[in-house]
């Protein structure tokens, strides 16, 4: 386990005191004062219980015997030292780690960045990476990561026109996550097309697969051809319309963000629900992102009285997305792949002529969950060494 390394604490006297108790110990900690820890808690988490090799907890606490319980405790400079009752072993934990777990709070995340909200003009200062530098320098991949985080958007420079240029960019940050589409999803105008996007019409702003349980999080666009007349991209970021949205509207923003309600998409091989909230909000309350698609919209199934409210706060809403202030419109073109948080960023597109010219846009998707484990292994060492 990779232990910060002990610092000497004057605060702390050599003779300072640690007070055993039933089901745990008291111990004087440098600018803290008194602190509880559980035996278990100790037990379980001895800096021995994980293996350097694996990463893993290599300690069974379900394997004891009998409830842990200190035999004799003490502070030796800057580590406690524990003895244990009935078992040939001792813990050393140093005090700059028991420090850490004081408050109950979770450990610090390196990548639960603060997001910044965008509005229509953002286009300019949209994050831009080129792919071959992203694919050489790990730290090019880093910053690309935070830009999803903070901004929820990025756009890629420099795509080879080929199917594995995606995928080696989609790659960087994690594995390719399919859905009922498939891995990937190719956006052209079809004869008989099975979704929206696969026509001219103009598509309404929304998110992607809000039907699946775990919508995927991180989508990639990939234009291959843009010649057409019309089709310009429309861009919004949720995280800024929601918080005006609460600003403007609170009780509305607490019924989208406490309801929820059902998505649907179906077709002749599959038929998937899910029930979403509109407005999602993070372990701190704020708003993390959206779910929202008019055309995978199932017909509501709650109470007609309780629509009574719900329908005028969801059209209010609605409307809002729509509103200039926050629509950004731009053109992606060849050679160019847009990046973004499917759980944040609304997209859609004007209405084109198909006979204007090509259009071709492929697409797949990665989760959150793995883009963040991504930026964590580039930019922290991590609490274990092999």
Known sequence: MNIPAPVRHPETPAAATVRLADK???LPLPDQGEAYFNYHWLRDNCPSSFDAGTRERSFDIFHLDAAPRAAQAVIDADTLVIDWQGEDHQSRFPLTLLASYTTGRPRKDPADKRRRAWYSNHYADVARF?????MAQDQKVAAWIEALLIEGVAIITDMPDTDAGL???AERIGTVRPTFFGSYFDVKT????TNTAFTAAALELHTD???EEHAPG???LHCRANSVEGGRNLFGDGVAVANDFRARDPEGFRLLSETEIPFYCEHDTYDMRSRQRVIELDEHGEVSGLTISQHMLDMIDLPQEFLDDY???FCRFGRMLQEEKYVMRFTLHAGECIVFDNHRIVHGRAAYTASSGDRYLRGCYTDRAEMRSTYRALTTEGRFKS
């Not at 080129?130 to 992203?134: A, G, N, V």
């Not at 079809?190 to 097309?193: K, T, V």
Request: hydrophobic share 35%.
């Open 24 to 26: 745990g110990l008291y």
């Open 130 to 134: 080129s792919q071959p530098d992203l």
């Open 167 to 169: 995928t080696e960019l």
């Open 190 to 193: 079809h004869i008989n097309p």
């Open 209 to 211: 697969t809000p039907a």
């Open 218 to 220: 991180i989508q990639f």
């Open 311 to 313: 329908y005028p706060a």
